[in-house]
């Protein structure tokens, strides 16, 4: 991979990579994990260029470098007034286990389908459809919210 190709998949990822660890790490800790990743692959440069799914590795590296006991956070600083969303939704999203909370970020908060989920958290499409699923589900009833359909 030339210096330039680096460039090119740094400008391709980071944002995708940025969005997709925010849910995941929370807003105190992902720069640092979009950091390590893309130091790991500075360092790591061929294997980067040979992989089918780049994002999705550098994704783990990023989580697995940012493991914290501290509770994830979306906003540095708790916000007085969110526009547009549900009061609840936060703290309900943070009510979810960590794999539900990643899946639902990723699925509605980035746009990813279920298999790049998968690839990017190692589980099958059909897992990441339950763990979403499970989620929405107790969101739902967290916030009242009533599906007609469930």
Known sequence: MTGDDFESLVVACVPRLRRALL???????????????????????VEVGNMVNPIGYL???????????????VFRQEPDYIPDIEPGLLPALM????????????????GW???????????????????????????????GVVDAHH
């Open 23 to 45: 849910g995941a790490v929370g807003a105190e800790r992902v720069d640092d994990a979009v950091a390590e990743a893309l130091a790991w692959a500075y360092s790591h440069q």
């Open 59 to 73: 994704y783990r590296v990023g989580q697995s470098k940012s493991r914290s006991r501290v509770p994830v956070r």
């Open 95 to 110: 009510s979810l286990t960590a794999m539900q909370r990643t899946a639902i970020w990723l699925a509605h908060g980035c």
């Open 113 to 143: 389908t279920h298999a790049e989920i998968g690839e990017v958290l190692d589980v099958t499409a059909s897992t990441v459809a339950t763990h979403v699923a499970r989620g929405m589900r107790r969101l739902r009833l967290e916030l």
